[in-house]
């Protein structure tokens, strides 16, 4: 449902039911996964445009959840259910989880050349009915409850860098991920450290033999932070992408 009360402005809601059967793979215990995932969810907020395009504002607030969800366990959860760590599977399917929470994101191009996009997200996720019934309502691991991000991009319009473009992107994950929850008291025993990344890149196109020709390099946690993204997920270490694109 949309409603535009003026020009610049325009609100809308919506309810959705999702259903993405039965997920492959096998859980801790090495037995198939045979429950299917679903969910439901809600949503309101507001899309906005200001100064003819130039300014962008969005804003929404949700409510999620979901059934039968296949969730990563922790180093702690997995000992304090097998009593040691195994080389395979460690996933599980939870009875449900819910999360609420919202995200705002602006968009912003004060001149031609030059555009920036900053958003920040706030998600409190939570179990529901787990088999282990201590940890009902409780946090679930590696999950972050903020994270936000800038994108900076300017591009040479005229002159002798006409065709190149330079961007810059912070991405940020807070510290409120749990690592280590306890089996006995459902408290956080330990969180994995939140992070900054630092990215950046440049991208030229020409033409070359009447086609057109796009040239681009970038830089992936440029600070070479040592970064855990998930429970078991390592960041990259500094890395370099080259691309070479054309159309046919």
């Known amino acids: 449902m949309l409603f535009r009360s003026v020009r ?5 809601a919506s309810v959705s039911n999702s259903f993405s059967g039965v997920p492959t793979g096998i859980d801790v215990y090495g037995r198939l996964l045979d429950k299917p995932e679903s969910g439901k969810s809600k949503e309101v907020g507001l899309k906005s445009s200001w100064l003819d395009g130039r300014l962008g504002l969005e804003a929404a607030l949700f409510e999620l959840n979901r059934t039968n969800t ?3 366990l922790s180093d702690s959860e997995v ?3 097998l009593g040691f760590l195994p080389s395979g599977a460690r996933s599980i399917q939870d009875n449900g989880e819910k999360s609420r929470g919202g995200e705002i994101q602006i968009l912003g191009r004060p001149f031609p050349s030059y555009q920036i996009a900053a ?3 706030y998600i409190d996720t939570a179990l529901v ?5 201590i940890r009902n309502g409780g946090p679930i691991t590696g ?15 005229s002159g002798f860098l006409k065709g190149l473009a330079v961007n810059n992107a912070v991405v940020w994950v807070d510290g409120f991920r749990p690592d280590s929850i306890s089996s006995t008291t459902g408290l956080v025993t330990n969180y994995m450290p939140g992070y900054i990344r630092l990215d950046f890149g440049a991208a030229y196109q020409a033409r ?8 681009s390099l970038n830089v992936r946690n440029a600070a070479d932070k ?6 078991q997920t390592k960041g990259d270490p500094r890395s370099w992408r080259l691309g070479v694109g054309t159309r046919f």
């Open 129 to 133: 009915s787990p088999d282990n019934l």
């Open 119 to 121: 958003n920040f997200y």
């Open 70 to 72: 296949r969730r990563q």
């Open 8 to 12: 610049q402005v325009s609100f809308y």
């Open 143 to 157: 999950r972050p409850r903020s994270n936000g991000s800038v994108f900076h991009k300017y591009s040479f319009l």
């Open 226 to 231: 040592k970064i855990m993204e998930g429970l």
């Open 79 to 81: 000992i304090s259910v």
């Open 208 to 215: 070359v033999l009447g086609r057109s020709v796009s040239l």
